[in-house]
Nanobody, 122 residues
Framework: QVQLVESGGGLVQPGGSLRLSCAASGSIFSIHAMGWYRQAPGKERELVAAITTGVSTNYADSVKGRFTISRDYAKNTVYLQMNSLKSEDTAVYYC????????????????WGQGTQVTVSS
């Protein structure tokens, strides 16, 4: 079973910083892409940032210049460094990974973490 485990969420003041981590484990043949989504109450889940195995990155317009996504390939881990946080960044953040599982199936699927709460407030 492939699992994604998230950590690093919490309460931070406006203008502050936070770093999220997500580690993938289990029967993994390869990881094609990893990313972060978020969902605030009453809103749709939206893409925040993503990174591929080719180190291409993609950011939502609302976080460009403030957030940075990176990967540690040896640890199957993706990070999201969040700076200059605003109240509108408050949401549950979900890790996502596109993974081909190991034998015998070698099936490519998207996997999700359980989510970690980020609250930006004075």
């Amino acid at each position: 079973q492939v699992q994604l485990v998230e950590s690093g969420g919490g309460l931070v003041q406006p203008g502050g910083s936070l770093r999220l981590s997500c580690a993938a484990s289990g029967s993994i043949f390869s990881i094609h892409a990893m990313g972060w989504y978020r969902q605030a109450p009453g809103k749709e889940r939206e893409l925040v940032a993503a990174i591929t195995t080719g180190v291409s990155t993609n950011y939502a317009d609302s976080v460009k210049g403030r957030f940075t996504i990176s990967r540690d390939y040896a640890k199957n881990t993706v990070y999201l460094q969040m700076n200059s946080l605003k109240s509108e960044d408050t949401a549950v953040y979900y890790c996502n990974a596109r993974i081909t599982s190991g034998p015998p199936s070698y099936r490519r699927d998207d996997y999700w973490g359980q989510g970690t709460q980020v609250t930006v407030s004075s």
